[in-house]
């Protein structure tokens, strides 16, 4: 469909037609060798300007626990989804599970918490709650089966508040009239300072606002998660519930910083050493929203995250699958189920401290040393969040090491120390790189032009279709997506400013009629 040069220009090279491998399915057209000359039209022709374009890695998945890694394959393959969404659905849950109670030592005077921060980006319909589902399954079976087995203790405690309370009353009545001693006050007093009450357990929250996060966070004993395969709580967070945005509490979440919230017409709360989790799946509009919020990325919320954006399976993907195996769901179970319950354990101090080898600690100081140059150079644009990926790196290898031990420190009189060996090092380096890649991809694509994606649809109804000239109406004839020509003009603006096609020349119109539609030429590279 190219037209032919004219005589006196050589041909088109090869390479100017060609679509590198890959891009096909995203309609992206990346032009290989420069091509400068004239098509039939006589439209002189420089090489596009390339659309940002990211070929990101797929996740190490070599790197994980071999129960999590067989139980990962065994849901991408159930759901027909990138492994990446499970594998970091995945990490996600363990963080869950340990968080509070580890903690891992980076150097003498620096601890890091084992809670993440993880999104996972994808349009719709790519099966982002199913991968959620299968992910949080154990979690949710064993805050059931918990609540469900203390069902009477916590109503025989909420019992003993009521007997409390009546009682405290009763005396401060009798203390009024005199007919009560201090004894007898101080003892009611102390009996209620003792009180604990007993809650159903909340191992994760969606649909919450910050208020309320925070109280969960006090009543959890400062632990907390989110997981959701929506966005609404960057909607909550913008302000949907409020006029001001309120995000202290996933900053401080994140960090460890105690919380102290201190307002008319709520109780005082304070937690000392917060931690939260956070775990969700997102369509890249919301990303998108959540890339341009100047607040989100001025106070370092953005810079928390680890970006997670798999490749699409859409339109590849087979009906009849596979089902997880029995035996690789049970023995991940036994490990989710194994890490929530480990507090139950009296005689264990939480948090218990991880430490790391002597090699351990060497390759974290070669990747630190390794990135420190970086964040003024090619990765100034990102270095709110590089900066804290040596932390996210040192959590994560807390992470595998405790869901590589195969000993649980419940079952021991004395807990065995966990340290991360050199092997878990490379581990959780080479997920950091992974993150690295697909966080760079995030910030630069989440905020850029909308207009680009549609450039990107066009140009491959373009290419499908064999155009070499086109109207306004011919786009939208093969594009259902774009349906006015107030639509199509700004995509076909910026396609000829990046120098994919070109205005047809129009000779002089001498007639009375309305004069025919503007035609557009095709850079015969596409």
Same mark, same amino acid.
């Given at each position: 469909h190219v037209p032919p040069p004219d005589n006196d220009l050589p041909p088109i090279p090869k390479s100017a037609h060609a679509v590198p491998d890959g891009l096909e399915p995203t309609g992206t057209f990346v032009v290989s060798g420069a091509? =400068?000359?004239?098509?039939?039209? %006589?439209?002189? !022709?420089?090489? *596009? $300007?390339?659309?940002?374009?990211?070929?990101?890695?797929?996740f190490p998945i070599e790197t994980l626990p071999m129960v999590v890694r067989d139980y990962v394959l065994a849901v991408s393959e159930s759901t027909q989804t990138p492994v990446d969404m499970s594998a970091s659905a995945a990490l996600g849950v363990l963080s869950i599970c340990t968080q509070g109670k580890y903690r891992i030592r980076g150097k003498q005077d620096w601890v890091e918490p084992l809670n993440l921060y993880i999104v996972i980006i994808a349009e719709p319909s790519e099966r982002k709650s199913a991968v959620i589902s299968f992910s949080t399954k154990p979690v949710n079976e064993f805050e059931s089966g918990y609540n469900k087995q203390n069902a009477a203790i916590m109503e025989a405690n909420r019992m003993k508040k009521r007997i409390l309370e009546r009682r405290q009353k009763t005396l401060e009545e009798q203390m009024a009239k005199g007919k009560a001693d201090q004894a007898d006050l101080d003892a009611i007093a102390a009996e $209620?300072?003792?009180?604990?009450?007993?809650? *159903?357990?909340?191992l994760y929250v969606d649909d919450?606002? @910050?208020?309320?996060?925070?109280?969960?966070? =006090?009543?959890?004993?400062?632990?907390?998660?989110i997981v959701s395969a929506e966005g609404g709580i960057f909607d909550m967070l913008s302000g949907m519930y409020t006029k001001t945005v309120n995000i202290d509490v996933l900053l401080k979440g994140h960090s460890g910083d105690s919380i102290r919230v201190d307002r008319i017409g709520r109780n005082s709360e304070s937690i000392m050493n917060p931690s939260l989790s956070v775990l969700l799946a997102v369509q890249p509009n919301v990303l998108s929203g959540m890339m341009q919020n100047g607040t989100f990325r001025g106070r370092?919320?953005?810079?928390r995250f680890l970006y997670c954006m798999p490749t699409s399976f859409v339109g590849n993907r087979k009906y009849r699958t596979d089902s997880v195996p029995q035996e690789v769901s049970r023995a991940y179970s036994t490990l989710i189920y194994d890490l929530l319950d480990e507090t139950n354990n009296p005689s264990t101090e939480y948090p218990e401290e991880i430490t790391l080898s002597p090699e351990a600690d060497a390759l974290l100081e070669a990747f630190a040393n390794e990135l420190?140059?970086?964040?003024?150079?090619?990765?100034?644009? $990102? =270095?709110? !969040?590089?900066?804290?990926?040596?932390?996210?790196?040192?959590r994560i290898s807390g992470i595998l090491c405790r869901a590589n031990s195969t000993v649980c420190s419940v079952f021991l009189d004395e807990p065995t120390p966990l340290v991360v060996d050199a092997e878990t090092m490379k581990s959780a380096i080479t997920i950091g790189r992974y993150y690295t890649e697909h966080s760079k991809a995030a910030f630069s694509l989440m905020g850029a032009d909308p207009i680009v994606k549609q450039c990107k649809y066009v140009l491959s109804a373009i290419k499908k279709n064999g155009l070499a000239e086109f109207t306004r109406r011919d786009i939208m004839r093969i594009c259902r997506g774009i349906?006015?020509?107030?639509?199509?003009? *700004?995509? $076909?603006?910026?396609? =000829?400013?990046?120098?994919?096609?070109?205005?047809?020349?129009?000779? %002089?119109?001498?007639? @009375?009629g309305r004069p025919a539609a503007q035609s557009y030429l095709v850079n015969p590279a596409v």
């Open positions: 091509y =400068s000359g004239k098509n039939g039209g %006589g439209t002189k !022709w420089e090489t *596009p $300007i390339p659309f940002d374009e990211y070929t990101l890695p797929p $209620i300072a003792d009180f604990k009450e007993k809650t *159903p357990l909340r919450i606002t @910050t208020e309320k996060l925070t109280s969960v966070l =006090s009543d959890g004993g400062g632990k907390a998660a370092g919320l953005t810079a420190e140059p970086k964040l003024r150079d090619e990765m100034s644009d $990102i =270095s709110d !969040w590089a900066g804290k990926l040596v932390g996210a790196v040192l349906r006015t020509a107030e639509e199509v003009q *700004p995509v $076909i603006d910026r396609l =000829s400013e990046y120098g994919y096609v070109a205005a047809k020349p129009v000779s %002089g119109y001498t007639g @009375t």
